[in-house]
């Protein structure tokens, strides 16, 4: 199947994985393996890749008391950029929360805020044809 014709198709409801987000909703995601699979197989294995473009930033955005102790909470951010062989790059910025001020939060909050981006840059090669695109 074409690359376009893939491009212009919904996800596979089977890739979508939930999570327990504010007030008790629900929200629907897709996971970095599976977008990176979803990317080798549409755009082809060797024929894309991502990058991280300039230094990740952290802010921090409080200190919430919890148990006498004040944690540190902040916020990562990344721009990556999506390189597609014969289309021109796509950026986009990611995020990801430290809620806790140990190293593991941080390394997590991290890589989350790349492959957030990673996502975001990905999601700008989907084709919505509308109808002034089908006549």
Not at 2 to 28: F, H, K, N
Not at 30 to 45: H, K, L
Not at 111 to 119: E, M, Q, S
């Amino acid at each position: 199947m074409p690359v376009l014709e893939l491009l212009t198709q919904p996800l596979d409801q089977a890739l979508i994985a939930q999570r327990d987000g504010p007030r008790g909703s629900v929200l629907p995601y897709i996971e970095g393996f599976q977008t990176i699979n979803q990317a080798n197989r549409v755009f082809g294995f060797g024929n894309w890749g991502a990058e991280v473009v300039g230094p990740i930033q952290y802010r921090e955005v409080g200190r919430p008391a919890a148990n006498g102790e004040a944690p540190m909470l902040g916020v990562y951010s990344a721009t990556v950029r999506v390189q597609v062989r014969g289309c021109l790059p796509k950026s986009d910025v990611g995020t990801g929360f430290a809620s806790e001020a140990t190293a593991e939060e941080h390394d997590t909050a991290l890589k989350a805020a790349v492959t957030d981006g990673l996502k975001r840059a990905l999601r700008h090669f989907y084709v919505r044809w509308n109808t002034k695109h089908n006549r």
